[in-house]
């Protein structure tokens, strides 16, 4: 099965793009090579670019403060178990309070580290981190493994607090939908969304022996899915045909 998921706003779309970077950041620290610690560094930089909007911070303390209140609501509930909920409010609590804490943008520790930004403001060019440009950088490259991944954990450390408000609100997101089959009859399907209510993400889980790909849009008021297939040169077609998929929700 492969999940493909949609964002309905732009909070969302940016949430996501930081998780994707965030998961590719701990594969590529995680391992030895010297070329993998480079496009960690890369990816690094890709995410502060992306974390450099102003009101990201902002948004996700306000976003963890709104699940407290909610959970909130929920003490009391003799059909809610206790310990579980307070187990959610207390990592609400510890996610708020760890970026509460970061000073400035995500990344912005790292902007004072002149020998990241001389690797930064070259290595979106064509070649442009080689070892006559960044001596000391290919030197770093011929460190030990070790201390490359020592440095590289300090360096993710700044981050740290970012992204474990992203998993914890994007867990709680994915949470909140109830998955369930629907059919795209000649490749399409539509669903209207319930009035009053704000959706801010769709999950499409397609098993993958189809060989269809979903392409994806909506809005506040509709859903639509058109199911496509791959030809002979890679572009994507629509399948014309019926097939049933998972469809998840989720406000």
Not at 138 to 162: C, I
Request: charged fraction near 25%; proline fraction near 3%.
């Amino acid at each position: 099965m492969i999940l493909y998921e949609y964002p309905f706003n732009e909070s969302i779309r940016t949430m996501l793009r930081l998780e994707h970077l965030f998961e590719r950041l701990a594969v590529l620290g995680s391992r030895e090579a010297a070329i993998d610690h480079h496009f960690a560094i890369a990816t690094l930089f890709e995410i502060m670019d992306v974390a450099s909007r102003a009101d990201l911070k902002s948004d996700l303390l306000k976003d963890l403060e709104r699940h407290k209140v909610q959970f909130g609501h929920y003490r009391g509930n003799p059909s809610i178990s206790e310990s579980t909920l307070e187990q959610v409010i207390g990592r609400i609590d510890e996610a708020f309070a760890s970026l509460n804490q970061l000073a400035g943008k995500a990344g912005h520790a790292l902007n004072s580290n002149e020998w990241l930004m001389a690797i930064r403001s070259r290595i979106s060019i064509p070649g442009g981190t080689c070892e006559f440009d960044l001596p000391a950088y290919y030197a770093w490259q011929h460190e030990s493994v070790a201390r490359r991944q020592t440095d590289l954990k300090q360096w993710m450390s700044t981050l740290l607090p970012l992204a474990e408000a992203l998993t914890l609100l994007l867990a709680l997101l994915r949470e909140s939908g109830s998955a369930h089959m629907v059919a795209a009859q000649g490749g399409q399907y539509q669903q209207s969304l319930q009035a009053g209510r704000s959706y801010s993400l769709m999950r499409v889980r397609l098993d993958s022996s189809l060989g269809l790909v979903p392409e994806i849009s909506g809005h506040r008021l509709m859903a639509s899915i058109r199911l496509m297939r791959r030809d002979s040169d890679g572009r994507l077609r629509p399948s014309g045909e019926d097939a049933s998929f998972e469809l998840t929700l989720c406000a």
